[in-house]
């Protein structure tokens, strides 16, 4: 039995929910509101009974959930959540995941998908040997070595991707890889620790967004018993237990700037020294950073350290967004829909051409992440062998009706045109001199510089 927080206010779903989770052995705590969620939480750490999962609708009376989270994470609470949330609101389950949410289901939530999240949720909390959905042992190794593999991809822009982890790989470069979330960060960095020569070594990886201001220091660098209230023993940092591996700190933008600090010296002296300690330690560790933040913005605004930026950024790579990988898309769903097939026990070969028409339509926000997720519930929900349209959430259909997609309503493409035209022509008014252009345009050279790369001014 696992103890869950709902957090809902519609009370007709949240009842159906209660009941249906109570029937599968589970003891839910029910909360309509932010505030009631807060002392439900801290009532629970009193009571020694603490939860085992967060399940969270997005919009509340009293605020969004993610906010909630964020809170609850800056303070080093690591249970697992996840949101609920309308289709409409996948990109903000997408932010989501970067405050540190486990995943996302879409609204109607349909049951086997909820117990199905559920399990995973439950494999990463402190008990993990509750109520996973039922697969086979055949199933669960198949789906073992399918996570482990991945696809590169055949369009031109993914086999420049790869080529340039192949080139970097050997090398002992910091790597920064950029890309908008759910977009396969992790699995590169993965990749770049396989080809090199540290692949007999750890890959640690720390999700820098879910770490609390406070810990990030001591997780990092580790602590002496009694270097700070709750620091009960002696702790390693994840720099000393990548020791001879890769280090792959994903949302490195969320570092505090004491941290930054620390980490810079790390890479530069190759020593850590632990809070609490004066003794220096040795390690050997590369370092790979992951962002989705435009960080020379942040370091031009003071948020991020430029010297800790360029550093980090001896090799960068661009891990381009799903709806630019053009034909390696029907590869990801053969991928996606295989792995689901194991992981669920089912038997579906393909999905419908109005399925795939809507998915090459269609510009996946949360890319390989959303995609993995919409596969998995077309499968649960398929009962013959092809996928068909009703088995895609109806939100997804109607959002290509009301927007479909054309350069001339896509904003954000035509205020990036626009402000690409905008500096082509101050460049040339001023012969090319990058100071007086920053000047006319009003902004720093640093992000001129940055701008001149993005759209590729020659
Ligand atoms: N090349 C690939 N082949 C198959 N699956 C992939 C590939 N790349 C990513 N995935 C899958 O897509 C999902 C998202 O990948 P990953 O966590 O690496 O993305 P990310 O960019 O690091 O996300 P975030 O920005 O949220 O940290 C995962 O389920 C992962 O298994």
Redesign the pocket.
């Known amino acids: 039995m696992a103890h869950l927080l709902l957090l809902e206010d519609d009370t007709t779903f949240s009842k159906l929910l209660n009941s249906f989770l109570g029937k599968h052995g589970h003891q839910v705590n029910v909360c309509s509101t932010l505030k009631d969620a807060k002392v439900a939480f801290r009532k629970s750490i009193d009571d020694h009974e603490p939860f085992d999962v967060l399940m969270l609708d997005y919009r509340l009376p009293d605020g969004n959930s993610v906010d909630f989270l964020k809170q609850l994470r800056s303070e080093g609470v690591r249970t697992p959540a996840f949101i609920m949330t309308s289709f409409h609101d996948v990109r903000t389950a997408?932010n989501a995941?970067?405050n540190g949410a486990f995943d996302y289901i879409t609204k109607p939530v349909h049951p086997e998908e909820l117990l199905m999240v559920l399990g995973e949720a439950l494999q990463k909390s402190a008990k993990p040997s509750v109520a996973q959905a039922p697969v086979s042992a055949k199933a669960s190794k198949k789906a073992e070595q399918l996570?482990n593999?991945?696809?590169?991809?055949r369009s031109k822009i993914s086999k420049q991707l790869y080529e340039y982890v192949r080139l970097v790989a050997p090398t002992d470069m910091s790597v920064i890889?950029l890309?908008?979330?759910?977009?396969?960060?992790?699995?590169?960095?993965?990749s770049i620790h396989k080809l090199s020569k540290r692949s007999k070594g750890p890959f640690v990886a720390i999700?820098c967004?879910s770490l609390s201001k406070d810990l990030a220091a001591s997780e990092l660098f580790g602590h002496k018993k009694g270097a700070f209230t709750g620091a009960l023993m002696d702790k390693i940092g994840q720099f000393e237990a990548a020791d001879g591996g890769t280090l792959f700190l994903?949302?490195i933008g969320n570092l505090g700037y004491d941290v930054q600090i620390k980490l810079l010296r790390a890479l530069q002296e190759r020593i850590i020294v632990p809070i609490g300690s004066t003794q220096p330690v040795k390690v050997d560790v590369r370092l790979i950073a992951?962002t989705?933040e435009d960080l020379i913005t942040s370091s031009a605004n003071g948020d991020f350290r430029e010297d800790l930026y360029h550093r980090l950024n001896e090799f960068k790579i661009d891990?381009p967004p799903l709806r630019r990988r053009g034909e390696d898309l029907g590869m990801?769903v053969q991928?996606?829909v295989d792995k689901a097939n194991e992981e669920l026990d089912r038997n579906v070969q393909s999905l419908s051409k109005e399925v795939m028409d809507v998915f090459e339509k269609y510009d996946w926000p949360g890319?390989?992440?959303e995609?993995?997720n919409v596969i998995k519930r077309l499968v649960l929900l398929t009962k013959d062998n092809i996928a068909p349209l009703s088995a895609l959430p109806a939100e997804m259909i109607s959002s290509l009706e009301e927007a479909p997609k054309s350069a001339g309503s896509d904003l954000k493409a035509l205020q990036e045109t626009h402000e690409k035209e905008m500096i082509e022509k101050v460049l040339q008014e001023v012969r090319y001199n990058k100071s007086k252009a920053a000047k006319l345009l009003n902004i720093d050279r640093k992000t001129l510089y940055y701008k001149i790369e993005k759209y590729h001014i020659e």
């Open positions: 997408v995941m970067q996570s593999d991945f696809i590169e991809g890889i890309g908008e979330s759910g977009t396969g960060k992790e699995h590169v960095a993965k999700d967004g994903d949302e992951a989705n891990v990801f991928h996606f890319n390989l992440r995609l993995n």
